[in-house]
C-alpha cells in the first residue's frame, strides 16, 4: 500500500515510489496461476493541476499458465505499462474508466490490486510449450510429445457412427 494523501492534497506535487509486489499466485475463475519471477516497480505519481492524478509504471512477471494443448506449465512473461489518469474531486480519487476503484481504498494505493487488474487486461489469448506441440490424446490421456500411445487415431465423422457398429459387429464374429 502506498499512502498518496501528499500527492493528492499538494497541486503539482510528483513522487516516484518503489514497490515490491506481494503477488505469490494469480488467483482467477480459469485457476491459479504460480508468479515464478516479479521485479520491483517504479510507480510515477502525480497531481496535475488538482485536477488529475497520474500513475504510471512497467510491470514485468512471469507466471506459470498450462499449454493451451499439452497442459504443461509454461513460463510466461507478461510484460505491461500502467497508466492510468484519475479524475480528483471534492468526494475523493475517480477512475471514471472503470467503475470501481478497488485499487484506490482513500488515499490508499493497493499495488497488487492494480497489479492483477492490468494482469487481466494483458493475459494472453493462447498459450503453447511451443509451435508445434502436439497436445494430449483425447482417449488415454497421454501427452504425445513425450511419446506415442497405443490407442486408436482414426476419428470418424459422428454421422457415420451407426455405420462403424456394423462393422464393428463383424469383426466379433
Keep these: 500500500m502506498i499512502d498518496i494523501s501528499t500527492i493528492v492534497k499538494s497541486i503539482n506535487k510528483e513522487a516516484d515510489e518503489v514497490v515490491e509486489l506481494s503477488l505469490s499466485t494469480f488467483e482467477s475463475k480459469l485457476g491459479d ?63 471514471e474508466e472503470m467503475e470501481e476503484t478497488d485499487y484506490l481504498i482513500g488515499f490508499e494505493l493497493d499495488v497488487d490490486k492494480l497489479v492483477y487488474a492490468e494482469i487481466l487486461v494483458n493475459w494472453p489469448m493462447r498459450v503453447l510449450c511451443k509451435d508445434d506441440c502436439k497436445g494430449i490424446c483425447k482417449v488415454c490421456g497421454m501427452n504425445l510429445n513425450k511419446g506415442a500411445c497405443s490407442c486408436e487415431r482414426t476419428e470418424l465423422d459422428p454421422r457415420m457412427a451407426a455405420i462403424q457398429d456394423i462393422f464393428n459387429k463383424f469383426k466379433e464374429v
Aim: glycine share 4%; aromatic share 4%; hydrophobic share 35%.
Design 33 to 95: 496461476y504460480p508468479v515464478l519471477e516479479k521485479s520491483p516497480i517504479t510507480l510515477h505519481i502525480a497531481n496535475q493541476e488538482n485536477k488529475r492524478l497520474l500513475i504510471q509504471g512497467s510491470v514485468d512477471v512471469k507466471l506459470a499458465i498450462p499449454c493451451g494443448r499439452c497442459l504443461e506449465e509454461v513460463p510466461t512473461p507478461i510484460h505491461f505499462e500502467i497508466d492510468k489518469e484519475l479524475t480528483i474531486t471534492d468526494e475523493g480519487i475517480v477512475d
